[in-house]
């Protein structure tokens, strides 16, 4: 008899001691969930400042507009609103559960500490997460992946080409204004000068040019006694007298715009697709050829002259280029800063106007 007592005994002190267990375990969860309501508006409202603080940068840099600011400000303001509402939620329904309960399902409850600057709540079953909510406890900020630095394109340019002579108007010039032209191939990379603004970009890379100049008057270049090209009559009635310098230069440009922003919650992204562009620069390279091309009839006979040589015109090529426009079509000009032709006593200089297409 004595035996069964004290075994009642034993019983009766494991339950109460378990019982006083489960009640310390049980007022410890809600005092966390409660700890948590505490923390939720004072996280959410620092997420909120990292995010302002994101768009006032932007801004700052040009990348949006005083209105887009202000709508993605209130879009995170409303965001981060709807946050404190939906968690304040969660927690007191952790809490109800709890207290409707009475610790009765106290081993199904977890509220526990995960990796530091996260805490979870969710319910276990069979010692497994059924349904869990991680929350951040310190400010959420996502690093955005920019759009490369650096793009390449083709470049192809063709257009009007003459020469501006010393002391003459372009009217006045030996060269038919329609029938001199140039063309312009090559390559060139554009690469942002700063890292989260695609405003200003610098743009060089290489082109080869050709520059043709066609005679009016029956006239072609010869060089006279003391080496220079000068023009004179042909005896012969031209069909055609034309003038090529062929160049190998190296462009570099500033160019502006105000291009589109592109925005995911991964990545920013700028296009220049039906945006203006401004590009100003100069180029420098080298005279990499020089000829000239005669048709006209002899005795009845169509003959060609396709005469190469350096016709004394310089050899280092360096000049001024702009071009402004939309998109990858761009009204282009480009001087030359030197002289077409060494030593000349009246100084020529080439000058182009057309159409450049960055494709």
Do not use: C
Not at 23 to 44: C, F, R
Not at 223 to 228: A, K, S, V, Y
Not at 331 to 342: A, C, G, R, S
């Amino acid at each position: 008899m004595r035996t069964i007592t004290m075994f009642v005994l034993v019983l009766a002190t494991l339950f109460m001691v378990n019982n006083l267990s489960a009640q310390e375990d049980y007022e410890k969860k809600i005092k966390a969930l409660k700890s948590q309501k505490e923390q939720v508006t004072e996280q959410e409202k620092e997420a909120l400042k990292v995010e302002v603080e994101e768009i006032n940068r932007r801004l700052r840099d040009g990348l949006i507009s005083s209105a887009e600011a202000k709508t993605l400000k209130e879009a995170a303001a409303e965001k981060r609103a709807l946050n404190i509402e939906n968690r304040l939620i969660i927690i007191e329904n952790q809490i109800s559960l709890l207290e409707r309960n009475e610790g009765v399902l106290l081993n199904d409850i977890q509220v526990d500490s995960i990796p530091e600057g996260q805490i979870r709540i969710g319910i276990d079953i069979g010692g497994k997460p059924a349904e869990s909510f991680v929350f951040n406890s310190r400010p959420w900020k996502r690093e955005l992946k920019y759009d490369r630095r650096t793009y390449s394109d083709f470049v192809l340019a063709a257009g009007l080409n003459n020469a501006i002579i010393e002391g003459q108007s372009l009217n006045d010039t030996p060269y038919q204004l329609g029938g001199s032209r140039f063309f312009e191939i090559g390559w060139q990379w554009r690469t942002r000068v700063f890292q989260n603004s695609n405003f200003l970009r610098l743009n060089y890379g290489f082109s080869f040019q050709f520059n043709g100049l066609k005679m009016k008057d029956n006239q072609y270049f010869v060089l006279n006694d003391q080496g220079n090209a000068e023009l004179q009559p042909f005896e012969y009635e031209l069909d055609k007298s034309k003038f090529r310098m062929d160049n190998l230069v190296f462009p570099v440009h500033l160019e502006f715009d105000p291009s589109k922003f592109k925005k995911t919650e991964k990545t920013i992204r700028y296009s220049l697709h039906n945006q203006f562009r401004l590009g100003i620069g100069a180029y420098g390279g080298f005279n990499i050829g020089t000829r000239q091309k005669l048709k006209y009839d002899q005795d009845g006979n169509s003959v060609k002259d396709k005469l190469k040589r350096d016709y004394n015109t310089n050899n280092l090529i360096y000049g001024l280029s702009a071009y402004a426009g939309f998109d990858g079509v761009l009204l282009y000009l480009k001087y030359d800063l030197n002289p077409i032709f060494k030593d000349a006593t009246i100084e020529q200089r080439n000058v182009s106007l057309g159409l450049r297409f960055d494709l």
